[in-house]
Nanobody
Framework: QVQLVESGGGLVQAGGSLGLSCAGS????????RAWFRQAPGKEREFVAA????????YYADSVKGRFTISRDNAKNTVYLQMNSLKPEDTAVYYC??????????????????WGQGTQVTVSS
């Protein structure tokens, strides 16, 4: 069974940090573009960050640029999201995703065939 499983969410105060992990199983994702999306209550799912297969190119939403860092370890089939200087508006369920069809850039959420179940991140003010 092919799966993406997120971990590392939780409750943190504003200004704090959290690290998320997304481990793939059932197949290798080493040649996939990997990404993080998030969805806050009452809002649409939005793009957060993406990374190409080698890790040489990364992409960020303007709202997280300079605060979040996406990285990957293909040997572990895992992608990470380090979140610093967290703000209450970062509160959301965070989802990891994987795509084999995006050749450049971030793509759209519909371009990602594999999704994790989500992990809650709550930032208190």
């Amino acid at each position: 069974q092919v799966q993406l499983v997120e971990s590392g969410g939780g409750l943190v105060q504003a200004g704090g940090s959290l690290g998320l992990s997304c481990a793939g199983s059932g197949r290798t994702f080493s040649n996939f573009r990997r990404a993080w999306f998030r969805q806050a209550p009452g809002k649409e799912r939005e793009f957060v960050a993406a990374i190409n297969w080698s890790g040489s190119s990364t992409y960020y939403a303007d709202s997280v640029k300079g605060r979040f860092t996406i990285s990957r370890d293909n040997a572990k089939n895992t992608v990470y999201l380090q979140m610093n200087s967290l703000k209450p508006e970062d509160t959301a369920v965070y989802y990891c995703a994987a795509s084999s069809t995006i050749l450049a850039g971030t793509g759209r959420s519909t371009d990602y065939a594999y999704w994790g179940q989500g992990t809650q991140v709550t930032v208190s003010s």
